[in-house]
């Protein structure tokens, strides 16, 4: 995709994140990123399609980055901290991204099966490394949990989720997706001494 397109994309990103899918037209769309419709629809079949590429191009530089720590990290833990931190910091830096991931707009879509799919598959991406470093600590015994990895990856990301949504009440600073992970390694991922019967 190019520059035009990633323009497009980034101004969609904020305009629906300011009002309602609905409320947002693609002229709106066009005068703010300074092209023409037939620009637009040279990269997306219409706004609904482009609102889903907003989200997809979203989640695939998530799914990068994460893979990033995947490729940097061997220890377990050290990788599930860079996991959170970079969840953590890529919605923090795309807070309007992250609103259109949750809100009622897409799930209303009429490619909702379509999108959804696409979607679930890019989520899996960084579920998948975040399982990874799960799995190798319990490989290598730092974990014990009745929960599979799979089911404990979508733990620790539902804890960042939730706490991106209630930000206000996380710690200051940038310290919080850490205090995260403590609480997933000293609570269900504990060693078998504090495992609870």
């Known amino acids: ?42 990269y997306f079949k219409d ?17 990068r980055s994460v893979e990033d720590v995947q ?30 991931m949750w809100s009622e707009s897409f799930r209303g879509s009429g490619r909702k099966k379509k999108f959804w799919k696409q979607w679930r598959s890019k989520q899996e991406g960084f579920l998948a490394v975040t399982m990874g470093f799960i799995g190798r600590g319990m490989e290598q015994g730092h974990y014990v949990s009745r929960l599979s990895p799979h089911a404990a990856a979508r733990l620790l990301l539902g804890m960042i989720r939730t706490a991106l949504w209630n930000r206000e009440e996380m710690p200051k600073g940038d310290g919080w997706p850490l205090a995260i992970v403590e609480l997933l390694e000293n609570g269900i991922l504990a060693d078998k001494s504090s495992k609870i019967k």
């Open 47 to 63: 706004k609904e399609d482009l609102f889903w590429q907003v989200i997809l191009s979203g989640l695939d530089e998530l799914v």
């Open 1 to 42: 995709m190019g520059d035009k397109a990633a323009c497009i994309l980034k101004t969609a990103e904020r305009l629906f994140a300011a009002g309602r899918y609905h409320e947002v037209t693609l002229d709106d769309i066009c005068k703010e990123a300074g092209v023409g419709k037939g620009t637009v629809y040279r």
């Open 71 to 100: 490729e940097r990290e061997q220890d377990p833990g050290e990788g599930l901290r860079g996991v959170a931190r970079c969840i953590a910091d890529f919605f923090s830096d795309r807070r309007a991204l992250f609103g259109l």
